[in-house]
């Protein structure tokens, strides 16, 4: 490991590093396959991890079939377990390990957790597979044929059941289950009830074969139990080693969070294998207190979720820092792999056209009205309002567009505006809003009406809400809609005029898409040529262009208004609003995970289409600093949140709509936010 600033360390910042190891067998000898244990569990120890699981009954080998019932093997195997107890003495992480075990003249496929020399549980298979190439009846009992929930095990008094779960108490919200192979397979596996008691980590040590296509299918399971479990899945089977008479081992591992693969093993290799994942404990607890039905299916069975016995330990210190290993996206709403970001834009897409078509026919209403100021977001509302009325087999002309040229507009904007108009065949109209804003200003008693400045807020919302209140005049005249253009990292930051301005409109395409998915849905559309090959062309100008509202005019050759330079870059603000909205996080987490995702440019990966010339860094200082500004932002504006017009939600990663995803009082203050990142911080 790298040493690291303490408070940089994963452990605190809620994640937790697992692992699954799948060691090369030796069949039926147990004190070997102990030596390999306890070598991959040094290896993880040094690594940071706490929970280390390895396959089912790895001790002895899961092929010996009738080698089981004999007392050399059985005696054998204890004896390994012993090793593995010793030797875990000064080792922090948990072991989860697999044996035979006879009890009560019975016979027990056990997993068995292990920490600091003590056995802390031990897991009896409830499932036994009879069929097929597997017939475990004839060496073992179920779990159900045990005749106490205890067992003295190597001079330890043990819990013994599948009603266990090992909380860890000085790692905020670990707490592990374990269950065996075929348990995972059937409609409510043992770590259902344990999951829905509180368990967060579901380990299941398998001695699974391979054939063909099954390990889609175990990748199935694997993201179905960990997505409604709601919790970490820890997967790990048998590999070389195993007898081959009749079957073939791939020895594959996998580790999943919330339906999500974290890591995954080489199938069929031929030395040990350790695979490792930073699994985020936060995030698990958040998604089950959110999701109300999870809620209630556990106290639908709360007989059998309240029965769960707990044992609790302590790990100890780490003795390092253990750095984040976890990929973290730079952009949580844009993937960086193309396959996934082409769905995720065709998706978007589709969404954003089906969300107006369908409120043209619901309004009974045949035109849209829509600004277009030659920018990101007017512009994929644009694309949005061509392909619903092409869906509605309706022609565009039906969409009345309005360029509104102003005191600060530019001559590039203004012609990629019409330039835009133009490729997609809409009605272009221009409607120069100087006069109305001379007016306004005239009427307030504004300065800049009669000279320069002073350029403050009234000045610029004058001209947003001149804008606006055209286009609602527009629509009443020609029995239109408005379309809204703003977007929902304006809508965050409250980066937008509230009432008569582009806080308003009849309906909004844009509300729950942030920027950063904007200017990639806008390169989706030129790259796939969508539109024609001019429509492309002007989109990828604007594109290209610095983000600017054009509401201050440029004096004495100044660079253009910039708004990132202004409230900061939506790289950033993007990345904030994902984990403040969707998970809840504490600022201290949103700024550590935005400092492993943005502090090298060089390392992990960047969506396609981003040009080399904006793939940029963030260091710590800068990170905190712009997370303050969109906290303050943020909280303050919750009143415009409060009142949006209507608008369809894109992705799972939320909206802002106070009728959905996000419900917060307008008068709370970001104070507890603030002080929380600023203790982070030591300022």
């Not at 929970?51 to 005696?75: H, R, T």
């Not at 009846?137 to 106490?148: H, L």
């Not at 031929?270 to 998604?287: G, K, M, N």
């Not at 500004?629 to 303050?636: K, T």
Request: some cysteine; glycine content about 8%.
């Amino acid at each position: 490991m790298v040493d690291v600033d303490p408070a940089q360390s994963l452990y605190a910042h809620g994640f937790a590093r697992v692992a699954v190891a799948v060691p090369l067998m030796h069949l039926a000898d147990p004190r070997a396959n102990a030596a390999r244990t306890v070598a991959l569990a040094r290896q993880a120890a040094a690594d940071g991890v706490a929970v280390l699981a390895f396959p089912e009954l790895g001790l002895s080998g899961y092929s010996n079939d009738d080698l089981f019932q004999q007392d050399a093997l059985l005696e054998a195997s204890l004896d390994a377990l012993g090793d593995v107890v010793e030797a875990s003495q000064d080792l922090r992480t948990l072991l989860v390990v697999g044996l035979p075990l006879r009890v009560w003249g019975r016979l027990f496929n056990v997993g068995v957790v292990v920490h600091r020399g003590r056995i802390l549980a031990a897991t009896p298979k409830s499932y036994l597979p009879n069929y097929r190439e597997f017939y475990e009846k004839r060496q073992f009992s179920a779990a159900r044929d045990a005749v106490a929930d205890h067992v003295d095990l190597l001079g330890q008094p043990v819990p013994f059941g599948t009603d266990v779960i090992v909380e860890v108490g000085d790692v905020p919200g670990l707490a592990v289950h374990v269950e065996i192979c075929e348990d995972f397979w059937v409609p409510i596996p043992p770590s259902t009830y344990a999951a829905m008691a509180g368990a967060t980590v579901l380990v299941n040590q398998s001695a699974s074969n391979t054939t063909v296509g099954k390990d889609a299918y175990r990748r199935l399971l694997c993201a179905s139990r960990s997505g409604t479990s709601i919790a970490a899945q820890l997967y790990t089977t048998a590999g070389q080693g195993e007898s081959t008479t009749d079957l073939a081992w791939d020895g594959y591992g996998l580790i999943y969070e919330n339906g999500e693969q974290l890591a995954e093993s080489r199938r069929f290799a031929t030395e040990d294998q350790l695979v490792a994942a930073d699994i985020d404990l936060d995030r698990i607890q958040q998604d089950r207190s959110r999701t109300t039905s999870w809620v209630d299916c556990a106290t639908d069975h709360r007989d059998r979720v309240t029965a769960t016995r707990r044992v609790r330990v302590d790990l100890g210190p780490v003795g390092r820092a253990v750095p984040l290993a976890r990929a973290v996206e730079r952009y949580p709403f844009v993937p960086s792999d193309p396959a996934g970001l082409d769905q995720r834009c065709a998706d978007a897409y589709r969404t954003q056209v089906q969300g107006l078509a369908t409120r043209l026919v619901s309004s009974h209403t045949q035109r849209l009205v829509i600004g277009v100021s030659g920018g990101l977001d007017s512009a994929q509302a644009l694309l949005v309002a061509c392909q619903a009325m092409d869906q509605l087999g309706r022609p565009r002309t039906d969409i009345l567009a309005y360029t509104m040229p102003g005191p600060a507009t530019g001559s590039t904007t203004r012609g990629l505006a019409h330039g835009l108009m133009a490729a997609l065949g809409v009605t272009a109209s221009e409607i120069d809003i100087n006069p109305s804003v001379q007016q306004m200003l005239e009427d307030i008693g504004h300065p800049a009406a009669h000279g320069d400045g002073p350029y403050d807020a009234t000045y610029e919302n004058v001209q947003a809400g001149e804008r606006t209140s055209h286009l609602f005049r527009l629509a009443n005249r020609h029995h239109a809609l408005v379309v809204g253009t703003g977007d929902l990292s304006e809508l965050a930051l409250g980066w937008c005029t509230f009432g008569v301005g582009d806080h308003m409109a009849h309906y909004n395409v844009n509300s729950s898409v942030p920027k950063t998915l904007i200017q990639h849905l806008i390169r989706w559309v030129a790259a796939t040529d969508l539109l024609g090959d001019d429509a492309s062309q002007v989109l990828e100008e604007i594109v290209a262009l610095e983000i600017s509202p054009e509401l201050i005019p440029s004096v004495d050759g100044a660079p253009v208004q910039s708004t990132e330079g202004t409230i900061g870059p939506y790289d950033l603000h993007d990345f904030f609003l994902y984990y403040l909205a969707r998970f809840g996080y504490r600022p201290s987490k949103i700024a550590y995970l935005a400092e492993h995702a943005w502090a090298d440019a060089a390392r992990g990966a960047w969506p396609p289409q981003v040009p080399e010339a904006k793939r940029r860094a963030y260091d710590r200082e800068t990170i905190e600093g712009w997370l303050e500004v969109f906290l303050r932002r943020f909280f303050a504006n919750q009143f415009k949140r409060s009142t949006v017009p209507n608008g369809p939600k894109i992705g799972s990663g939320g909206s802002l709509s106070p009728r959905g995803d996000w419900r917060a009082p307008s008068d709370a203050p970001a104070e507890s936010w603030l002080r929380e990142l600023r203790e982070s911080t030591g300022s």
